[in-house]
């Protein structure tokens, strides 16, 4: 019970830094922002809200200004379910890439991290 209370306290604490430390969103000409939008939609971010590797990744989409579908694979059954069966394990943060009539489903923070450095920053 106390081990608990602790988690949800760490978890209120590590949101509340986050929004007071949010980064700002990267500035681009609208016609650029609008291709980053639609190179997006093809990707959704499976994660817990207060876990710390998925702040991490949030902060970096928020900071290339990418806006990618997220779903709360905590709190929310179906997505919990979609992410165990299709991407073969529970585990956020957890990027799903449609691309080309194929998806992928990338795990680990730091993979995600590079990945979305590499696709987006240049943009």
């Known amino acids: ?3 608990k ?3 949800v306290a760490l978890g209120q604490l590590i949101i509340f830094i986050d929004f007071i430390t ?4 990267k500035k681009r000409p609208a016609d650029v922002q609008a291709q980053v939008e639609q190179a ?5 971010l499976y994660q817990f809200h207060a876990c710390p590797f998925c702040v991490k990744t949030r902060r ?3 900071r290339l200004n990418v806006p990618v579908a997220l779903r709360d694979a905590k709190n929310n059954q179906q997505d919990r379910q979609t992410l165990l069966e299709q991407g073969g394990r529970i585990k956020v943060p957890c990027l799903r ?3 080309n009539g194929e998806t ?5 923070s730091k993979v995600i991290i590079e990945y979305l450095d590499k696709r987006f920053s240049a943009v």
């Open 1 to 3: 019970m106390i081990v």
């Open 5 to 7: 209370a602790l988690r």
């Open 22 to 25: 949010r980064p700002g969103k």
């Open 40 to 44: 997006a939609r093809g990707l959704t």
């Open 60 to 62: 970096t989409l928020r």
């Open 97 to 99: 890439i449609e691309e």
């Open 104 to 108: 992928t489903w990338m795990y680990e």
